[in-house]
């Protein structure tokens, strides 16, 4: 049904015949039926008791007539929205909104005809109507081409048949792709046109839909006309008209028969006006409005481009009548379309004004009840909390006795461990020298070579644990003398002075440092904390073992890592190691003693530095420890 073309060939509304036609179609029912169901609902909406299907009857009755009275249409279309707005029956509402955009499509006015079929398509959505979806996105392409938007109608298009993919009963998809096709061949590759057509025949011939079939066989027709075909297209049209006539499709046949006027008018203009003359006769006979007005027309324009003024005259006569016609009825009908536009668009806005207002009222008295009972808690949390607050008075003021006592009684037993610590190590330091001395005698008996031995090495670490106990600071509160310390002079002093005990256990200690840094703090001290790492590292590594130490700068921090190959820090004791007199203490590979102390001092020496020290470790594979200060300023 595209428009036809020719020097004697006036535009004919196309597009307002193929919504026509798409309408026509979509009502499911042949001409000759219609009057019947008109006939038939008529009857039976006083008889339907159930609201829901009553709105369902008016909406199908607003379908029914727009073809010949677009005011019963829209009266009927109201009905059944006030209805089903009242029972907020969605479907319903649904329905209706398209049924507007048709009225308004019909008026020729396709700003509220967007309008409308827009809120059918959203109420479609909502109620996931996925059929009455593309139908409603197929009459918005339709608008958007009216008005002269064809990348929207396109995309419109594409939307609805993508839409379409999904749909189980998908009989509108043929008439989807037919409006495509007849609206937008030049969307489509020229050869590709005869696939889309047999796509869209193939979809109506499995719902048995005559009406799309004959109009394919038009549009078959009129790819044949645009290729060159003209004879083969000619005759195909004149087949689908018969088939229309035959099958009483007598608003489809009255546009293929326009078409065959339209083509013969170039060549032939006795057949175009036979073919003209057989449409109107149709037309007046079914009533058919629109066609009544524009077949008169297109023969005025016919006969006047021929100079047959008569003729022209006569349809002039026909064409001014009708005009005169359609206004009274316009005027009498009572109706007006854009007054009631304005108002269901300023009823809208009054039920959103509305909703606002009442969700607002809902808020604010939820508000109003939630300070009431937030006010009515924190009055008793507030009592509760005076009563709380004085317990809690109470217990801090015995705390703070029990913690003065405490820290008393602490410094009592630090200052009690130093002095048995100092007694002790004069008569033990005597027992080891004296046992340093008897040992390597090759005169005393093996028994007693043994319990020497014995003597030598329990006085030896008796030693060790008095002066950690000496060295250990019990308050927690480590004194720092600050002074510029030599990292590398630091690390390599280490290496040097712990080399000799690693060479006891064939191990080798490895250096890398090099930063050429100094950073404030205790040397003695910080000596001390990587001594005791160095030495756990010595000590938990098996014999032959590489223990590596390492300085870097890293983000304006120094970071010194003691790395070795050793036993690893089982898991379960991993969050105890920093703890005095720790029970995750172990011996050494070869025995050696532990007394928990090392890791605790250098933890309290590192954080009075404000620094950090942490480890990893994997059991069996090796440990890492990490130990991060600040740098010196300047």
């Given amino acids: 049904m595209p428009p036809s073309a020719g020097p004697l060939t006036v535009f004919f509304d196309m597009k307002k015949l193929t919504v026509l036609f798409s309408f026509m179609v979509l009502l ?62 969605q479907k319903g509402k649904a329905d209706a909104a398209n049924n507007l955009g048709i009225v308004y499509d019909m008026k020729g006015n396709l700003q509220l005809a967007l309008r409308y079929y827009n809120d059918g398509y959203n109420r479609f959505k909502a109620i996931n ?72 025949r193939q979809i109506a011939t499995k719902y048995k839909d005559k009406r799309v079939l004959l109009a394919i066989e038009q549009l078959t027709a009129d790819n044949y006309i645009k290729n060159g ?39 032939d203009s006795g057949m175009a006006v036979s073919y003209y003359k057989q449409a109107l006769n149709i037309a007046q006979r079914k009533k058919y409005a629109v066609y009544i007005e524009s077949i008169p027309k297109k023969l005025y324009d016919f006969y006047t481009a021929r100079k047959d003024t008569a003729k022209a005259f006569f349809y002039s006569q026909q064409l001014l009548k009708l005009h005169e016609e359609q ?18 668009q300023e009823l809208e806005a009054a039920q959103g004004q509305s909703k606002f207002e009442l969700k607002f009222l809902i808020v604010t008295v939820f508000i109003c009840g939630l300070m009431v009972v937030i006010l009515v808690i924190l009055w008793r949390n507030w009592k509760q909390l005076r009563k709380t607050s004085d317990a809690l008075r ?144 010595i000590k938990f590594s098996p014999e032959g073992a590489q223990v590596y130490v390492e300085s870097r700068i890293v983000e304006s ?36 003693q532990a007394f928990g102390l090392g890791l605790y001092i250098s933890k309290q020496i590192i954080e009075a530095h404000n620094g950090k020290i942490w480890f990893e470790s994997q059991p069996g594979k090796g440990t890492t420890f990490y130990v991060e200060l600040p740098l010196a300023d300047g």
């Avoid at 008791?49 to 279309?77: G, H, I, K, P, Q």
């Avoid at 059929?131 to 990348?151: L, R, S, T």
């Avoid at 003691?562 to 991993?574: E, M, Y």
């Fill in 327 to 344: 206004e009274k009825v316009e005027n009498n009908s009572g109706i007006d379309f854009i007054e009631y536009a304005l108002k269901d």
């Fill in 129 to 200: 109507d996925t059929a009455d979806m593309v139908q409603a996105i197929m009459n918005i392409a339709m608008v958007y081409q009216e008005i002269g938007k064809d990348k929207k109608a396109v995309n419109s298009f594409k939307s609805a048949i993508e839409i379409g993919k999904g749909i189980s009963r998908d009989s509108i998809m043929s008439l989807v792709w037919y409006n495509y096709l007849i609206l937008y061949p030049g969307s489509f590759a020229k050869d590709s046109i005869p696939f889309y057509i047999n796509k869209a």
């Fill in 557 to 592: 921090k120094l970071l010194i890592t003691v790395n070795d190959a050793g036993l690893g820090i089982p898991v379960d004791i991993q969050n105890r190691i920093f703890d005095p007199f720790t029970s995750a203490k172990r011996a050494g590979t070869q025995g050696e």
């Fill in 394 to 537: 109470l217990q801090f003021e015995q705390s703070e006795s029990t913690m003065e006592a405490l820290e008393v009684m602490n410094n009592d037993y630090s200052r009690l461990i130093k002095i048995v610590a100092h007694d002790l190590r004069n008569p033990i330091s005597a027992i080891s020298t004296i046992s340093d001395m008897l040992h390597p005698d090759e005169n005393l008996p093996a028994d007693m070579k043994e319990l020497m031995s014995l003597v030598q090495v329990s006085s030896k670490n008796s030693l060790d644990l008095i002066n950690e106990l000496l060295e250990t600071d019990f308050d927690q509160h480590q004194k720092i003398k600050l002074e510029q310390v030599n990292v590398d002079e630091m690390l390599h002093q280490c290496i040097s002075l712990l080399s000799f005990r690693a060479k006891d256990k064939n191990q080798q200690l490895t250096l890398n440092s090099n930063v050429h840094v100094k950073i404030k703090g205790e040397y003695e001290k910080l000596w001390r904390v990587m001594n005791n790492l160095i030495v756990n590292a």
């Fill in 229 to 267: 075909q003209k004879d083969k297209g000619v005759a195909l049209l004149q087949q689908a008209a018969a088939g229309a006539l035959k099958n009483n499709l007598n608003y489809l046949s009255l546009d293929i028969i326009i078409e065959l006027g339209d083509s013969f008018a170039p060549t």
């Fill in 28 to 89: 499911t029912t042949v001409c000759y039926g219609q009057i019947e169901d008109i006939k038939k609902l008529q009857k039976q909406l006083p008889l339907i008791t159930d609201s829901m299907r009553y709105v369902d009857a008016l909406n199908r009755m607003a379908m029914l007539l727009y073809e010949n009275n677009v005011d019963s249409t829209f009266s009927y279309t109201e009905r059944a929205r006030s209805i089903a707005e009242r029972l907020q029956y």
